[in-house]
């Protein structure tokens, strides 16, 4: 797969997510699929395995924010990796990463790596550049 | 700027400013309107910025850790960007987000995306990943 291809990947993806389309990951991700992001309600460890646990991730943010949509403001790929500068929004409506509900429209930033193998989606790392500035009640 | 200019440029980066804490090259590794983006860096007018307030972040780091050192893992260059993953190790021993000194030493991770303008880095993103530092240093 190409540099090009692989940002196609990553496009669709985040497409899907505000779609919440989990039939999505089965046909991109690796079935031996790693991720490092953010503990989200319910896991004490950023890091994790598997697509099943990676769909009740995409489940948890379109239950903390309403009509979420995922946009990639920045993308680049060199060899196997592709990094993208990416944002979602959404009105805070449950509690997200420790952080209450605030039922305000809000919009967080994030960096996303991703390591593509034979094709698929094989390891992801993200995190937030400014949540506690977006999601704090004040 | 090629994709091997911004390498070296991210490389000056973390050797020179972050490892060595030469906190003067950064004049001429940012542009004069740098945009700095990280969590718990305040807003002015809008926009987080700048020079200032990456120094300040910096000098934090040094502070509470002195004996810190910043490892590139995975680097992603384009003409015109750059995203790094990285990793920083150190001893704490001193205040860091109000947490006391607690001697431990500490691994934590953050991932980083540049933008390149006219050979220098016009704005940076910061993206803790990982196990946050102040949930290691109350292990």
């Given at each position: 797969m190409s540099i090009e291809e692989h940002k196609a990947v990553l496009a669709r993806v985040f497409k899907a997510f505000g779609e919440l389309d989990l039939h999505m990951i089965d046909e991109t991700y690796s079935p031996d699929y790693e991720f490092?992001?953010?503990?989200?309600?319910?896991?004490?460890?950023?890091a994790s395995s598997g697509r099943e646990a990676f769909k009740q991730r995409v489940i948890a943010f379109g239950d903390a924010f309403a009509n979420i949509k995922y946009n990639i403001d920045d993308?680049?790929?060199?060899?196997?990796?592709?990094?993208?500068?990416?944002?979602?929004?959404?009105?805070?409506?449950?509690?997200?990463?420790?952080?209450?509900?605030?039922?305000?429209?809000?919009?967080?930033?994030?960096?996303?790596?991703?390591?593509?193998?034979?094709?698929?989606i094989k390891k992801t790392w993200?995190?937030?550049?400014?949540?506690?500035e977006a999601l704090s009640a004040n | 700027m090629t994709v091997e200019q911004n390498k070296v440029l991210i490389g000056r980066l973390f050797e020179m400013?972050?490892?060595?804490?030469?906190?003067?090259?950064l004049d001429e590794i940012c542009t004069p309107n740098f945009v700095l983006e990280t969590p718990g860096v305040p807003t002015s007018k809008g926009i987080k910025d700048g020079v200032e307030s990456f120094k300040?972040?910096?000098?934090?780091y040094s502070?509470?850790?002195?004996d810190i050192k910043y490892t590139i893992d995975n680097t992603v260059a384009e003409d015109t960007m750059i995203a790094v993953?990285?990793?920083?190790s150190g001893t704490h021993k001193g205040e860091f987000l109000g947490i006391?000194?607690?001697?431990?030493?500490?691994?934590?991770?953050?991932?980083?995306?540049?933008?390149?303008a006219n050979g220098k880095i016009s704005d940076l993103r910061f993206a803790p990943y990982g196990t946050p530092i102040n949930v290691l240093l109350a292990a």
């Open positions: 490092d992001a953010p503990p989200l309600k319910g896991s004490s460890s950023s993308i680049i790929g060199e060899g196997d990796l592709v990094a993208t500068y990416f944002s979602f929004g959404g009105i805070h409506r449950g509690e997200f990463a420790g952080f209450p509900p605030t039922n305000k429209q809000v919009k967080v930033t994030g960096i996303h790596f991703t390591r593509f193998v034979d094709g698929k993200a995190g937030f550049t400014n949540i506690a | 400013v972050f490892n060595q804490v030469k906190l003067e090259a300040q972040r910096i000098i934090s502070t509470a850790f002195p993953g990285f990793s920083f006391a000194p607690t001697g431990k030493k500490v691994t934590a991770t953050e991932l980083c995306f540049a933008h390149v």
